[in-house]
């Protein structure tokens, strides 16, 4: 079965490359969740989540390994959640994320990057998420006629 392991969880400074928006809405400072998401004890994917320190100071190893952000916000804090924006990219692995993936480095990556909104449209989440490349497809449906 599909497994999330935490490789570290904590308050860190908000990173200087994030853009001018996204540092704002993060703050100065902000929650980093690192974990690897694994079947058959190997790394599928691999995922770096940023919340606002109100929120992500209050998640445990715990609560990432057994449910989803998303869940978290709802069960635990009573959050209403909003909409999201997704955006996904293709790249090549640094050698950083591919030892984290353990994968060859300039193996081909799908990048997902994702800002998630609460209901009063305040961010509650910011992802990097990344796929080796034969581990992730989306498909699209289209409607021809229009």
């Known amino acids: ?9 904590g308050l860190i400074k908000t990173p200087p490359y994030f853009d001018a928006a996204l540092k704002k809405e993060l703050g100065d400072e902000c929650v980093r969740i690192v ?7 190997v790394v599928y994917g691999y995922a770096k989540i940023y919340l606002p320190e109100e929120y992500g100071s209050l998640i445990t190893n715990s609560d990432v390994e057994n449910h989803s952000i998303y869940e978290i916000y709802q069960n635990k804090f009573g959050v ?18 591919a030892d984290a993936m353990d994968i060859a480095p300039n193996t081909p990556v799908m990048c997902i990057e994702r800002k998630s909104y609460n209901a009063d449209k305040e961010l509650i989440e910011y992802m990097e998420l990344y796929y080796e490349h034969s581990q992730y497809y ?8 229009v």
């Open 1 to 9: 079965a599909p497994k999330v392991v935490v490789k570290s969880i």
């Open 35 to 41: 974990r690897a998401h694994m079947l058959d004890g």
């Open 80 to 97: 209403k959640l909003g909409k999201g924006i997704q955006k996904i990219s293709a790249d090549k692995a640094t050698k950083t994320l």
């Open 138 to 145: 989306f498909q699209v449906e289209m409607d021809l006629t």
